[in-house]
């Protein structure tokens, strides 16, 4: 992809994006700007849906739709950035707000001017410590030129932004959990509906979006609808930063239009598996996703919500995490149920059980003991789990764990039969 | 800072401007928005979050110290015992782990004389491993927790690391 077309890694061609005055020179806030002047909140909306733009955190739900599900005249409404990156593999939320700031809050004032909140806070993960800090000052640095902060662009619409860290809790990128955390309660999910547009951040209805979705925002609304759809594939239009990592040349944060495959990804812009080794799985969607052998066919899969599903996976996140043909599944499966265990926020019993025992059984698998019948046994606790959660995080626990047993059955009979 | 300074009122003497800049951020009417970041405030302040720390972040937005505790346990970063003066916590999770973060964890630990959870004998650096840190492309990295804040050290060697916590240690004999 030619470095122009970037939309969101902007900061990418043109250098010192990340200081209010480069952006400002690029264009910056122009957008926001013209839109707060020129357009009604009610037209950003059908100009966001008519672009396809669907949601980056992971379940690709399209965002204009979402904003418009808020329950009308119903006031204050907030808006909440999810900020809170924690699935493994994913680490593209941060390169944009460490690179790319201004757009991001940008995006934010549109979402903001959309939603008609005044009021915006983005959540970010407390371990993206001194990110937040940078994150706050930028905020300020803006509010200082009039860019945030009161009547703005000499019209009654006023933004306030504010950043608030979580503090180590993967469930928190959960949205309901986000915002239960956000209100100062234990980070657990909220039983749906109602949805945050209708009930959200204390009890208003709220918009929750990804960074790289609300990043998305300026050039969309510069370039219009049409443009975006120019970009990317019907079902999936623009373009998509995956975040690439594993057993890779060049592991990295990689923007291209969505229906890029998988094979051009890996081997053109990650410089191919190193070590003179072959590629054996992928996980297309950090550790919330089947396991993926690397067939040709799956290599030459577009990377797109709707093309994943007939390989019998998820694009999700779309964090790339290729392993090569040293890699035994079964540990895979520790790894990501360690994971998930750990992460699990414990409301919910099947999941917070379910994983515990998946790690027991999957542990004894991997220890000295004798492994007859473990992987039937790891089977059934996973099943125990399926479809029993209030939300996705037992779903996604036992996704690697099955289509690993499914499709790499060998290296967990392995282990059964004393490894 | 010894026990006998900590107790409720210290934060709100010392930190006041810190204080109302936080909760002037949430809704007068849900000052309980405002408890993480107070328990990140009065952990830099104390070092790590006392009895009367709680007690005190509590007293702030009108909680009580049980349900101020409940969040200190749910939430990881936040930390209700001293430990070492400095926590070094090393991503091990899949990614990191396919770049040989697993290895670096223990032999950081070998040429330490420690295992994984535990603290150097001078007390300065607690050696964790922790969940993904969205680094996976600057692995091995950890991340570090100390009266600062937390910071990330990445692209990282088991001599840069070790060579960082020697750093550590001398700062810390020196008191």
Known sequence: ???????????????????????????????????????????????????????????????????????????????????????????????????????????????????????????????????????EARIAEARARGLLGPDLFGTDFSLEVFVHLGAGAYICGEETALLESLEGKLGQPRLRPPFPAAKGLYGMPTVVNNVETLANLPPILEHGAEWYRSIGTAESPGTKVFSLSGHVARPGNVELPFGTTFRTLIFEHGGGIPNGRNVKAILPAGASAPILAATDEVLDTPMAYEALPKVGSMLGSASIIVMDDSVDVAWVALKTTRFFKHESCGKCTPCREGT??????????????DGAGQVDLLQSVAKGIEGKCLCPLGEFAILPVLSGIERFRPDFAAHENGR | ????????????????????????????????????????????????????????VAGLIDLSSTEVGSLVGFYTLYHDAPDGKVRMQVCTDLPCALRGAEDFARQVCANLGIRLGETTPDGAVTVEEVMCLAGCDKAPLFQVQDESGI???????VESALAWIDEVRRAHGRG
């Open chain 1, 1 to 135: 992809m030619a470095a122009a077309e970037h939309v969101v890694l902007r900061h990418r061609d043109l250098p010192g994006l990340d200081r209010l005055e480069t952006y400002l020179e690029h264009g910056g806030f122009e957008t926001l700007r013209r839109v707060v002047r020129e357009k009604s909140p009610d037209e950003v909306i059908e100009i966001v849906k008519a672009s396809g733009l669907r949601g980056r955190g992971g379940a690709g739900f399209p965002t204009g739709v979402k904003w418009s599900f808020l329950t009308p005249d119903v006031f204050p409404r907030y808006v909440v950035v999810n900020a809170d990156e924690s699935e493994p593999g994913t680490f593209k939320d941060r390169e944009i707000m460490e690179r790319n700031p201004f757009q991001l809050l940008e995006g934010i004032a549109l979402c903001a001017y959309a939603a008609r909140a005044r009021v915006a806070y983005i959540y970010c993960r407390g371990e993206f410590w001194d990110l937040a800090h940078a994150l």
């Open chain 2, 1 to 56: 800072m010894s026990d006998s300074a900590v107790r409720v009122g210290v934060l709100r003497q010392r930190h006041a401007a810190a204080i109302d800049a936080i909760l002037a951020r949430y809704p007068a009417d849900q000052k309980r928005s405002a408890v993480m970041p107070l328990l990140y405030l009065a952990q830099h302040a104390y070092g790590y979050l006392t009895p009367a720390a709680i007690e005190e």
């Open chain 2, 151 to 157: 910071h990330y050290r990445e692209n990282q060697t």
């Open chain 1, 356 to 369: 515990y025992w998946m790690l027991h059984v999957l542990e004894r698998l991997h220890g000295r003991a």
